[in-house]
């Protein structure tokens, strides 16, 4: 059973092009997790999607970020018009049901670097 | 406002000894807590869970404390091995918030053989 899929694993973009970034969750996995990690920090909560719904958004950028979990096919973060600030590490997790203890699978992450 | 606070960036301690890692919390919704472990370029890998209703919990080697009264939880990995040499995340949760965690800084534990 494979992990969790995060494609690609590095990304280098020049300031204003578009990023984006893919997640296959775990097989059986329908809730899917993004974070981001700014060097030097922790891990932030950015949205939290089912297949076909944005469950919660809280931590989305209100601008140029949005993310997708189509029926069929990996969970996509869009990053639109890229800038510095966006450099950072981005994780997806998944988990097969909300689980009680918070318990969720990452991916090896997308090291997004804005040139 | 830094919710989940790991106040020291790093801990060294030898093989064999014990390792007390500390996370502290400011939400008092917070009703679980993790530990998860991160090695360089990869993700973070889930290590430890405890509920707020307990106070503590073991498993082989790890044990999570938690103190409620104080806000306070601690790993404890006894006896170290240079393995365990890694990032350590203190994370929180509660239910209702769609299991999104809240994460602290991290902890970076060397272990010396």
């Given at each position: ?9 590095h ?5 204003g ?23 030097e ?64 699978f ?5 090291r997004l670097?804005?040139? | ?7 020291s960036?790093?801990?060294s301690?030898?093989e ?5 890692l ?11 807590f993790l530990?998860?472990?991160k ?24 044990t ?33 918030a ?16």
């Amino acid at each position: 059973n494979a992990g969790v899929m995060q494609n690609p694993r590095h990304l280098v973009r020049r300031r204003g092009q578009e990023a984006r970034l893919r997640c296959s969750p775990m097989k059986g996995h329908s809730h899917v997790y993004w974070y981001r990690q700014l060097p030097e920090e922790g891990l932030k909560f950015m949205v939290y999607l089912q297949k076909e719904n944005i469950i919660d958004e809280s931590g989305m950028p209100k601008e140029r970020f949005s993310a997708e979990f189509p029926k069929e096919g990996p969970s996509i973060l869009r990053i639109q018009q890229v800038v510095r600030g966006d450099s950072a590490a981005y994780f997806c997790a998944s988990s097969p049901v909300l689980k009680g203890n918070g318990e969720a699978f990452f991916g090896q992450g997308t090291r997004l670097t804005v040139v | 406002d830094q919710q989940v606070k790991q106040n020291s960036p790093s801990l060294s301690v030898q093989e064999g000894r014990i390792s007390i890692l500390n996370c502290d919390y400011t939400n008092s919704m917070f009703d679980y807590f993790l530990w998860y472990k991160k090695y360089p370029a990869e993700g973070p890998t889930f290590l430890i869970s405890i509920s707020s209703i307990k106070d503590k919990n073991e498993d082989g080697r790890f044990t999570v404390f938690l103190n409620k009264s104080a806000k306070h939880l601690s790993l404890h990995i006894v006896p170290s091995q240079p393995g365990d040499s890694a990032v350590y995340f203190c994370a929180a949760g509660y239910t209702g918030a769609n299991s999104k965690l809240t994460f602290g800084k991290g902890i970076t534990l060397s272990v010396r053989p």
